[in-house]
Every structure is written in structure tokens, then in C-alpha cells.
């Protein structure tokens, strides 16, 4: 299939909720994966209980899954919120005090990759004053993600789905990740290249990988459209991996898809058993 020369994990916010949060690692092993990922699991608590964080670490511990990829607070995931840095008021407050909860958790259980939406456009609100808040809050992200070995993504996703969201193209995200680069001289903020959503937006994805593969941190994939697994939709998911490869793309690809009116355990024909188990 073209796929032998990546790793793969599988987002267990989007498949495998069929299933409480915490069996979904071990489904995910049943499977045949041993990396995960996961939107910020506490839609309503950015700084939730020590014993939720604990019930997950041991869900991930037993299952012998790997957590590779966490994003920070982020309000209502699927559903209207697309993010909360950006947000003046409670919502920003709430992606402040998160911070340091996400990273500490990433770092507990070794994930490496730390995912910030930025949010929505606010009517009335001037876009610069957000930008502005957006670059403070991501710097102290930046700095937090540093502290614990981490790299911060940033992420762009589709304007047919997210009309509120200013970044919605590949070089809207890029932008944003070199403006945090330079104020924190860290440079560990990532661009997540995301392929369902340039697709979404019309993007010529040759082009995407050839121009920001380099600054990529993480990838995630799902068909177009339908946001199903490869083979659902007209994404050629054989020549965009190898396209990957050859531009020296060596990270994760995080499974993002819907498994459609399935069970999620059946959502990965495509994807060969061998492969799905990566070190």
C-alpha cells in the first residue's frame, strides 16, 4: 500500500467513542495500535480533577498505548468552539490555567506534541486584539511545551466547516508558527498539517507538502469527503504519504477520520495489521 515507511496512531476523540474515555485504549490495542492521540478530553473542565488525569494515565499505562499527541483546552470538541487562545474573557482565562495541567500530563505519560487551536473570530471584538492575545497565550504554550520536552502545534483548519476560524490555509498557520518561533527563540512551534482540511479548503497539497513539510510537526489524515478513512473519498493517500516520505516528513500520522455507521474496530481495512503497531 505505500504506507510501510510511517507510524501511525489513531485519535481517540473521534474514533472509538462508541466507548467511555477510558476503554478507548484498549480498544485502540485490540486493534492493533500502540500510539494515541486525544483532543482535550474535558470539554467543561480545562483544569480537571487529579484523579480523572490519573484514570486516564493508568487507561493509557494498561492498554500499553502510547500517548503521542495532546491538544490543550479547547471548549467544545466536535461542535461550534474551535479553539480558545484567542478568546478575551473566561474562555482565555480557562486556556491560561490549562497550560501548565496539559503540559504536566503530556509529560507524565512522555507525549511529545501539544496541539493549540486558536479559536474563533468574535463579532464586535477588533481581529488584531485577538492576534495579539492569540501570540501572548501561544508564547506561554510555547514555553510550557519547552519546559516538558514538547513540541506546540498549530493547526489550520477548513473555512467550509469553521467560517469563523482566521486560519484557514496553510500559510495563515505557518505565519502564526514563525511569529511564535521568534518570540520565544525556542523554536519548537510546529505547523500540524492537516490533510483533510487543506483539502476542505481547496489546497493544492503537492504544493503544501513540497512549501511546509520542513515545519510540519505532526500530520493528520482523513478522506475528503466524508472525513472518512482513506479509500472513502477521492484523497490519493498512497502518492500524499510518499510525497511526505520524500520531503523528509518522519512524525506521526494521526488517524482523524470518522468511522462512518460502523464500529470504529472496523474502520481500518486500508491500513495493513503490521503497521498499525509502531515503536
Not at 14 to 24: N, V
Request: proline fraction near 7%.
Amino acid at each position: 500500500m505505500g504506507y510501510s515507511d510511517h507510524r501511525f496512531n489513531v485519535n481517540l476523540s473521534i474514533l472509538f467513542t462508541e466507548l467511555p474515555l477510558l476503554e478507548r485504549p484498549a480498544a485502540a490495542a485490540a486493534a492493533g495500535f500502540t500510539a494515541v492521540e486525544l483532543w482535550w478530553p474535558w470539554i467543561d473542565a480545562p483544569t480537571p480533577e487529579q484523579s480523572e488525569l490519573d484514570a486516564l494515565r493508568k487507561a493509557l499505562g494498561d492498554a500499553g498505548t502510547r500517548l503521542v499527541g495532546l491538544n490543550f483546552y479547547a471548549g467544545q470538541l466536535p461542535g461550534p468552539d474551535r479553539g480558545a487562545l484567542s478568546l478575551p474573557g473566561e474562555e482565555s482565562r480557562r486556556f491560561q490555567a490549562n497550560i501548565d495541567v496539559a503540559a504536566d500530563f503530556a509529560a507524565s505519560v512522555g507525549c511529545k506534541a501539544l496541539n493549540a487551536l486558536y479559536g474563533n473570530r468574535v463579532e464586535g471584538v477588533d481581529p488584531q486584539i485577538q492576534d495579539d492575545l492569540a501570540l501572548e497565550n501561544l508564547v506561554t504554550a510555547a514555553r510550557a511545551a519547552d519546559r516538558v520536552g514538547a513540541i506546540l502545534l498549530i493547526e489550520a483548519l477548513n473555512k467550509p466547516e469553521s467560517p469563523l476560524y482566521p486560519l484557514v490555509s496553510a500559510p495563515s498557520a505557518v505565519e502564526v508558527v514563525d511569529k511564535v518561533n521568534e518570540a520565544t527563540g525556542l523554536g519548537n512551534a510546529k505547523f500540524l498539517l492537516d490533510l483533510y482540511h487543506l483539502s476542505m479548503n481547496g489546497e493544492d497539497l503537492h504544493q503544501v507538502i513540497e512549501a511546509y513539510a520542513d515545519k510540519a510537526g505532526h500530520v493528520q489524515i482523513a478522506d475528503n469527503p466524508g472525513r472518512g478513512a482513506p479509500g472513502t473519498g477521492g484523497l490519493d493517500f498512497t502518492d500524499l504519504l510518499s510525497r511526505l516520505e520524500k520531503a523528509g516528513y518522519e512524525g506521526w500520522i494521526g488517524l482523524e477520520y470518522k468511522p462512518g455507521d460502523r464500529p470504529s474496530a472496523d474502520a481500518f481495512e486500508w491500513l495493513p495489521q503490521p503497521l498499525r503497531a509502531a515503536n
